[in-house]
């Protein structure tokens, strides 16, 4: 549900949890019951530190990283198998 910011004239503002199907009928203020209207209230948005980052860094252009030569493995991970079936080894 929701949470709408409502402002009675004699009262003042004040906040109430509503359902979307609530939303059109109108609010009575909770301490004088007269009818309240609804305020515009923006949604509140947060900031992590990664979007921070994103949008404060002067070049906005991707780099191109490069794994180091020492970290490749000396034999491929998977070998091609000459001589027919691998799936069949050891039947």
């Given at each position: ?21 609530e ?29 921070l ?20 493995p ?6 091609n ?9 050891g039947?």
């Open positions: 549900m929701p949470l709408y910011e409502y402002k009675c004239e004699s009262c003042g503002p004040f906040e109430q949890w509503r359902t979307l199907a939303v059109s009928s109108p609010m009575l203020c909770p301490s004088c019951q007269a009818v309240a209207i609804r305020l515009f209230s923006p949604p509140s948005v947060i900031l992590t530190s990664g979007t980052r994103l949008t404060n860094e002067p070049n906005p252009e991707p780099q191109l990283v490069r794994r180091s030569q020492d970290r490749e000396a034999t491929p991970r998977y070998q198998y000459s001589h027919g079936r691998p799936w069949m080894i039947h």
